[in-house]
């Protein structure tokens, strides 16, 4: 048995013995692999409960159902309602807590009605070194980090989902639409949909991994530098595009998964 089926052999054991579990299945890779581990262990005693809400791109949503049925997961989607809520839209430092309050609280009413008392998360090692007011609300509401507990980073993750075969084993992280608005400035529906009409438009040139930050009228567009050729290349169709969907200005600049997060940081130390 090689390291990485030790591992992923480890992680099964530790879920095996919860008995039944529901995973908060957002169709990521760390949620993805908690799930087919929950699945390979506990078989229908392993359910995949997606939250939809405004912030959730329509596209992320198809993608879980796929995914969830290739792994043959039984699949709840449920509705959420944390943009309907005041302490949200305001958009604190904190909004995720307040997302995360939510979503578990609609999980523990998922646990009662199936009669399921462990939920798990997708969190893994490497998150505990990054700004994550969600873990606290998981915390809060007793909920079982698996990839966490087991200390598997994201590099673990990633290299046991392609020893498995699972398709998704490199798929690039994508946080919900509400992270591309900066912290303090109010989070609307409008806004949530501008910003996922302008990144499908960009998916649409190939452009796996980037952000669309919503700074007002304007748009930074944040990408890997192997793909600013093509959005320089393409510089036309997407400022008339852009402008369609309400944006007067576009800005380009380098991707980083959790550039607003890095300006908490600036601030706090200033």
Known sequence: MNELEQKYQKLKASIKNLGSAIVAFSGGIDSTLVLKAACDSLGNNAVAVTADSPSLPRRELEEAKKIAKNIGAEHIIINTEETQKDEYLKNPSNRCYHCKSELYAKLNDVSGQLGIKNILNGTNFDDLTD?????????????????????????????????????????????????RVPYGQEITLKKLSMVEKAENFLKGFGINELRVRHFGNAARIEVNEADKKTISGNIISITKKFEEIGFSKIEIANFKSGNLNVMIHVRAEN
Do not use: F, M, Q
Request: hydrophobic content about 30%.
């Open 131 to 179: 700004y994550r007011p969600g873990l606290k609300a998981a915390d809060e509401n007793k909920v079982i980090s698996p990839l966490k507990d087991s200390k598997l980073t994201k590099k673990d993750v990633r290299e046991i989902a392609k020893h498995l075969g699972l398709e998704i084993w490199d798929k690039p992280s994508s946080p919900c639409l509400s992270s």
